[in-house]
Nanobody
Framework: QVQLVESGGGLVQAGGSLRLSCAAS????????MAWFRQAPGKERRFVAG????????YYDDSVKGRFTISRDNAKNTVDLQMNSLKPEDTAVYYC?????????????????WGQGTQVTVSS
């Protein structure tokens, strides 16, 4: 079992920044790839960013490239999402996810474990 707990969400003005963090417990953190997804009101959950188990590879949805940065600290069992130049369309609940098969996927079905989500609201 893997437990994931997100933190760092909140309300920010457009153009501002937020840093989300996901703390993992349970199985060895460094053996699985991680990702962030988000779900806006009335929409499906979508991939935002992912990172390989070593942290050497990162990948992003086109909508956040150049603005968001995913990183991980395997010693602390955390994965972060630094979000800059935020836009109102970034408003969503953000979820952390773990893939025990380490597939480095942008597909929701590839991920075995999910956090409870943290709300990010960007005002215009």
């Amino acid at each position: 079992q893997v437990q994931l707990v997100e933190s760092g969400g909140g309300l920010v003005q457009a153009g501002g920044s937020l840093r989300l963090s996901c703390a993992a417990s349970g199985r060895t953190f460094s053996i699985y790839s991680m990702a962030w997804f988000r779900q806006a009101p009335g929409k499906e959950r979508r991939f935002v960013a992912g990172i390989s188990r070593s942290g050497a590879r990162t990948y992003y949805d086109d909508s956040v490239k150049g603005r968001f940065t995913i990183s991980r600290d395997n010693a602390k069992n955390t994965v972060d999402l630094q979000m800059n130049s935020l836009k109102p369309e970034d408003t969503a609940v953000y979820y952390c996810a773990a893939d025990l098969s380490n597939r480095n996927s942008d597909m929701e079905r590839a991920y075995n474990y999910w956090g409870q989500g943290t709300q990010v609201t960007v005002s215009s």
